[in-house]
């Protein structure tokens, strides 16, 4: 029964993908280096054809769910960027940044850095699309911080490779999403790691990961751990490393056949899972308002993945949120996060048999990440509600990291997504890791004054 249904999941997603390849958002750029608010962005004014066929929604959250990243905090006087990465084997990835907030007059330079990074299935509209009052990427921008927005391989704005198109034959396909998160730890975030410190000339930064974002920030600092010096400190939203202990029925079902999951892809051609299409943000737009007679439906399958806490997620927004997520992701993605919920291991790809594991590392299993190599400080936010991201298997991840602190969310009912779209997100947690920040940022600019004074008194006195 399982497998059929998986089945009928992945004939649905080929199904859908010439349907995305006509629909998707492809905006192309000149420079790899662009303001938002150049003559040859996508522009957020309505034409006069969008105007007559406006969907009873508030204006605002119309438009909001026609911009690009770049464009939604642009569109509320903020200097913004986008920025291209590319990484070594090929990917383009875009980099969205904030370079100041109106509400402060300030340059670019001497800056502290927030680098943040979405989850599955997301990209970097998550830290903004909630509006100036609940977003990550607004607060901090509000508090003085050079904020820059990841997107790994794969969703909506790093949907290019150099060589390979995600649309075209399926050798090509079948190149371009032969990745999962592990990629996106080893290559992706060191790329864009380098390319912000590189503009920015400042030495390290603050990393803000949700979800997927932590995995790979794991991955990156376990396999590569010259990282850590890059980082000051390193805060995780409902972290993702072991998944044993989830309760998301989602992930239960596909647990059952990781390995069926995997090969049906693989035969079916389905690589990608999930794109982000204009039927999801039509769908938002006229089904998922607020004033609809089944918002709870759409809810509904939102809080059957993550977890339930609608009085803390506003309705009113659904059409800006499914218009930006689903952001697309490669179905390898998805096996690995189900590998790690059914080995109850924080492990590399598992190949499918133990010849094949053999032949890729040597082993029949495959090699475990070495969490003792996270040196950088680490900060675990999780919460009682989150179902993907169970209490359970955060303990079990702070346990093995060496320079970890946990930092259990008070409210019972705060989910998985309501770490980056809850209404009441920013004063239980934006608020206090800034405050976290500033703190860090002081008592660093104390020991190097303290140092310095030691120094001259070593030296002259």
Not at 84 to 96: A, K, M, N, Q, S
Not at 151 to 169: A, E, F
Not at 239 to 247: E, F, G, I, L, T
Not at 252 to 260: D, F, K, M, Q
Request: net charge negative.
């Amino acid at each position: 029964m399982y497998n059929n249904i998986l089945t009928c999941a992945l004939i649905l997603c080929v199904w859908l993908q010439p349907l995305h390849a006509a629909t998707k958002r492809q905006a192309t750029y000149g420079s790899p280096v662009q303001a938002a608010g150049s003559p040859n962005s996508p522009s957020f004014t309505l034409t006069n054809e969008q105007q007559a066929s406006l969907p009873p929604i508030p204006l605002d959250i119309y438009q909001d769910s026609l911009l690009p990243t770049p464009l939604l905090p642009f569109k509320h006087g903020y200097v913004t960027e986008i920025h291209r990465v590319v990484t070594p084997d090929g990917y383009i990835l875009e980099v969205h940044r904030i370079v100041s907030s109106p509400l402060r007059r300030s340059s670019k330079a001497l800056k502290p850095v927030a680098f943040l990074q979405h989850g599955f299935l997301d990209s970097s509209a998550t830290w903004v699309m909630s509006g100036q009052e609940h977003g990550l990427g607004y607060a901090l921008a509000d508090e003085g911080y050079d904020v820059w927005m990841g997107n790994g391989r794969g969703n909506v704005y790093s949907r290019k490779h150099i060589l390979y198109d995600p649309d075209g034959s399926r050798s090509d396909r079948e190149k371009f999403w032969s990745f999962s998160w592990h990629e996106i730890g080893m290559v992706d975030l060191p790329s864009m790691i380098d390319y912000v410190l590189n503009a920015t000339a400042q030495p390290n930064m603050f990393y803000i990961g949700h979800s997927q974002g932590t995995t790979a920030y794991f991955v990156m600092c376990s396999e590569r751990p010259e990282y850590n010096a890059k980082i000051k400190m390193m805060h995780a939203l409902a972290p993702v490393a072991y998944m044993n202990h989830a309760v998301s029925p989602v992930v239960r079902l596909a647990e059952l056949v990781p390995t069926a999951l995997q090969r049906v892809a693989e035969m079916l051609g389905a690589y990608e899972i999930l794109p982000s299409m204009d039927l999801f943000k039509l769908l938002g737009q006229q089904l998922c308002r607020d004033t609809s007679p089944i918002i709870a439906i759409c809810e509904s399958v939102l809080f059957l993945i993550t977890g339930f806490n609608e009085r803390n997620l506003n309705a009113t927004l659904f059409p800006v949120y499914l218009s930006h997520t689903p952001a697309g992701a490669s179905t390898y993605q998805l096996v690995h996060f189900v590998q790690e919920a059914q080995s109850g291991r924080f492990c590399q790809f598992d190949m499918g048999t133990p010849q094949d594991n053999m032949q890729k590392y040597g082993n029949p299993t495959p090699p475990e990440y070495n969490l003792a190599n996270v040196r950088s400080r680490v900060i675990l936010h999780y919460s009682d509600n989150d179902w993907l991201s169970s209490p359970i298997d955060v303990r079990r991840l702070h346990k093995n990291l060496p320079n970890a602190e946990m930092n259990h969310i008070p409210d019972e009912k705060f989910e998985h997504m309501d770490f980056v779209w809850g209404i009441g997100a920013r004063s239980v947690l934006y608020e206090p890791i800034i405050a976290s920040m500033k703190l860090f940022d002081k008592l660093v600019g104390m020991q190097t004054i303290a140092k310095n004074l030691v120094n001259y008194q070593q030296n002259y006195l």
